[in-house]
Structures are given as C-alpha cells and as structure tokens.
C-alpha cells in the first residue's frame, strides 16, 4: 500500500509543473531599459526552469526511497530557494506597470497614514531600507493591522510568518547594475515611477479577506 502510494504521489507531481507568467507587457516601461527587462525575465524563468526540475527530483529520490540521503537532504534545502525566487519575481513583475501614482483615500493609504503618519514617511522608511548595503528583498508586509517594511535577505529568509506581502522590490544587483550601474537610488526612483497601485491595494484587500476569516 505505502509503495503504490509513494508511486501515485511521483505520477502526480510529475505530470505537474508550474508555468512562466508571462509579463512581456513590462517590456518598454519608462525608464527601464528593454535590455535590463528582458534579461531579468529570462532570469525568472530560470526560477520556474529549477523549480519544477527539483520537484521531479525529489520525488523521483523518494519513489526510491533516498529520502535519507545527503543529495535529497541538498536538494530539499535547494529547492526553496529556487520556489521563493519564482515567486517573489512574480509578485514583483505584478506590482510594476503603472503609473505610479499613488491613490488617496484608499483603505491602504489611510492605513499607511494612520501607522506613519503620511505616505512620505512611509516611503522614506521603504526606500531607505531598498538602499542598505547588501542583497535582497524590500517588502511592505502586512500582518495583522501593522504595515512592515522588511528586508529579505536572499530569497528565502528573513520572511514574515504568516505576514501578506503587499509590495515587493527587488534589489537584487541583476534588478539594477545592468541599467544602473551603482545608483541604486536611481533604480528605486524609476521603480516607484512604474508602481501598479492598484494590485498592491488588491492584495491588502485580500489581506483583509484573510484576517476576517481568521477571526471567524
């Protein structure tokens, strides 16, 4: 019984597989230059690429029965890395191809006021912690009723448990350097210039959703 079922759960995951979204509509956004997009798309697909290769291979280690072993051991610690990569790009390419403009008197601006006391000190407190030395994440998270801006280091630590991200920024070098070189400054300027406000209040409504149903 345990092996026809370790044996169905390797046919299903290998049928499944995520697949690259495409954002090919970010291609020719002001300010950033085609070069820059189209090399980090093609990094994102790496992402899905790796994701899906790790699943097929760790599953096919525990079809076999190597879940013991120090590649399935690797491999498990690998793969998370590479999902959150996926993911946080996504998340990152949806929150671009806007205008930027930031609406008033939304529920996520009024939260954003209530907690900072305007939108620029918000800004100031996000663009400040985008402009620490190092690689990484910026995210403005939302947990509970508090709005935080955090900083990921790699792709996966550093997260909020159980936290929503509601607006994420990559700074990663990749994100930056090919266009930018060092201004890294000049990077979150333009990056905020193309912000989609309104997929970023989209999910803190979901965020609010969530929390409705949790205190159910």
């Known amino acids: 019984m345990c092996k026809q ?36 798309l093609k990094l994102y697909e790496g992402y899905v690429k790796n994701s899906n290769e790790l699943l097929m291979q760790l599953n096919s280690l525990a079809h076999k029965g190597k879940t013991s072993s120090l590649e399935y051991g690797a491999l498990k610690r690998r793969f998370g890395w590479e999902f959150d990569g996926m993911r946080l790009h996504e998340l990152y390419f949806r929150n671009l191809g806007g205008d930027g403009e930031i609406p008033k008197n939304t529920a996520l601006t ?18 400040a912690t985008g402009l620490m030395r190092g690689i990484g994440w910026v995210i403005l998270y939302r947990d509970q009723e508090a709005l935080i801006n955090a900083w990921i280091n790699e792709h996966d630590e550093g997260h909020l448990v159980r936290a929503t991200p509601l607006l994420i920024m990559d700074v ?38 969530r929390a409705e149903r949790e205190e159910k």
């Open 5 to 40: 079922l370790s044996f169905f759960l390797f046919f299903v995951t290998a049928l499944f597989s995520y697949e690259v979204q495409n954002f090919s509509h970010l291609i020719s956004m002001p300010g950033f230059s085609d070069d820059l997009l189209k090399m980090h």
């Open 110 to 127: 009024k939260a954003l006021i209530h907690q900072y006391g305007s939108i620029e000190e918000w800004k100031k407190e996000f663009v």
């Open 172 to 209: 990663f070098e990749h994100a930056y350097m090919p266009q930018f070189g060092l201004d890294r400054a000049a990077y979150i300027d333009r990056f905020f210039a193309n912000l989609n406000w309104k997929v970023v209040e989209e999910r803190f409504t979901f965020s609010n959703l």
